[in-house]
């Protein structure tokens, strides 16, 4: 059978290598994790993961400084989703051809709130101007945290946080009705342990082609995406 291509973090809730069974192909590809990182899932995490790269039937694993990652084959694109704008106006994601993207699903009532708009409206002003795009998603599927109509949302973002990235409709990003560019989000970078969004400000870095090349835990700083925005606006 031919191999695919995957490329998803992996959350650390998801793996306990005292109580997960071992799969025969990884325990063979990757070993004794846990001899490296000892027990502590955090350690795990903390240290990030040092294989270049692994491929095995049906994935290629890749490291990453903030996980595992796999990534599966498509030959969709972001530009490829029509999705709606905070005013409930129609935008085809292909108006952002050849710029640089990062989605983020945004709440207003978060204890990651402040910290991850300001530094969002901070990343944003310092490379706008170099083809670089933040697509923010509002999403109230965690915790109730984003209540507010899109109204609401708007003027809390764009007064509070002076955001003048683009904001969009309120989405559903995981469950029966999740949004369709967030099922090709995830399906692009996930799937493997587990593709749900786990909560808010989880971030996808997306390139110039329109290809999803990075996902980052919602505990992400956008400070720390810079050097990998850099690399794909110089790409």
Request: glycine share 6%; with cysteine; charged share 20%.
């Amino acid at each position: 059978m031919a191999s695919m291509a995957f490329s998803a973090t992996i959350p650390s809730p998801l793996l306990d290598f005292s109580q997960t069974k071992k799969n025969p192909i990884l325990s063979s590809s990757i070993p004794s994790i846990k001899s490296s990182f000892g027990s502590s899932k955090s350690a795990f995490f903390q240290h990030g993961f040092s294989l270049h790269s692994l491929t095995v039937p049906g994935f290629v694993l890749n490291s990453r400084s903030s996980g595992i990652y796999a990534r599966a084959a498509t030959d969709k694109t972001l530009y490829d989703y029509t999705v709606k704008d905070i005013d409930g106006k129609n935008t085809p994601l292909s108006k952002f051809k050849g710029r640089v993207l990062l989605i983020v699903n945004v709440a207003s009532k978060c204890g990651l709130t402040t910290s991850n708009y300001s530094e969002l409206s901070h990343v944003y002003e310092k490379y706008k101007n170099q083809g670089f795009e933040i697509l923010a998603f509002p999403c109230n599927q965690f915790g109730g945290q984003e209540p507010g109509s899109n109204d609401q949302i708007k003027k809390f973002a764009c007064t509070r946080f002076k955001a003048e990235f683009p904001i969009f409709d309120k989405v559903d990003v995981n469950g029966p009705n999740t949004a369709p560019v967030y099922q090709f989000l995830k399906s692009s970078a996930g799937g493997f342990f587990g593709d749900l969004i786990k909560w808010n400000f989880e971030k996808f870095l997306v390139d110039k082609n329109g290809k999803v090349v990075e996902r980052y835990p919602p505990t992400t700083s956008p400070f720390q995406i810079e050097k990998d925005i850099q690399k794909l606006l110089a790409a």
